[in-house]
C-alpha cells in the first residue's frame, strides 16, 4: 500500500471515528414541554450540526430529576413540581426559557372565537353538552381533559374559581400525554381540551385556541399579566453543564431562539 493510500485510509478511519463519537444531547421530561422543546433542537441542528439533540417520549417529575442526575439525559423538561430540595439535593440548576399560555381550544370546526369562565365550567360539568347552547353548531360537545396531575389542569384550577372543585362529567376524554392532546383536537370534530399555544401554533390550522372572557392569550397579554393561565418552560441541568449542553442553552437563549420560542406559541423572556 503506498504511502497516500495510507493516509487517505486512515483520514477516512479517523472521520469515521468522529462521526460515530458526535456527543448527543438527550432532552426528556414534560410531554407539555416537548412541543417546544423539540422546535428548539430541530433550530439549533439546522445551524450546528454537532453536537446531535434527541428527544425522549416523556418522563414523570421524579423519573426525569433522576434520569438526569444519573446522566441518561442531559436536560429535564419541566413546569410546574420542580422542587428547591430536590434541586438542592442533585445539585441541578433550573433555567426559565419562556412563558406560555394555557388555552382552551378547539378543533377548527368549531367558530366560536371566545369563551367565559363560566361557560367553560358548564361544557367541563355536563351542564353545556351542545355548542348550539354556546352560539355555535347544533352539534354535541366532545370535551377532552388532562390528568389532575398534569400542569394545564392543575394551573386552570388554581386560577379559574368555578374549576377549582369541579367534578368533570362521566364522559370526558382524558388526554394522558401532551401529544395524546394535540391529536385529539386536531381530529375530534367539534373537540374542546385545555393544551398550550404551542400546539395551536404547531397544528397548521387544525386547532385553534379561545379567548377567555374576552382576553386573547397573545404575547403582549402573556408578559403583562392581563391572561392569567400561563405556565413555565424550564430547563433543568446539572450544576455544571458540559459543552455541548452550554452551546444548546446559549442558542436557546440567543435571539435565535426568541425567534424559535415566539413562532411556536410561546413568550420569550426578553
Known sequence: MTHALVTVTLLLALGVQAASGAETIILDGSTGMLPLATALGK???????????????GLGTGARLRALTEGKIQIALASHGVKPEDVRKGNLKVIEIAKGAIV?????????????????????????????FLGGPDSPIAVLTRPPT???PQVIREKLACFKDLKEMDTVRVMARGGDMARGLAETPHAIGMTSMTVVEQSRGQVKALALGSVPPTPENVKSGCYRLTRDFLFVVTAEPGLAVKKFLDFVLSLDGDRVILANGAVPLR
Open 104 to 132: 382552551f381550544a378547539v378543533n377548527a370546526s368549531v367558530p366560536l372565537a371566545d369563551i367565559a369562565e363560566s361557560q367553560v365550567c358548564d361544557i367541563y360539568s355536563g351542564k353545556v353538552r351542545g355548542w348550539q
Open 150 to 152: 398534569e400542569v394545564d
Open 43 to 57: 433550530a439549533f441542528q439546522e445551524k450546528f450540526p454537532d453536537p446531535r439533540v434527541e428527544l425522549g417520549k
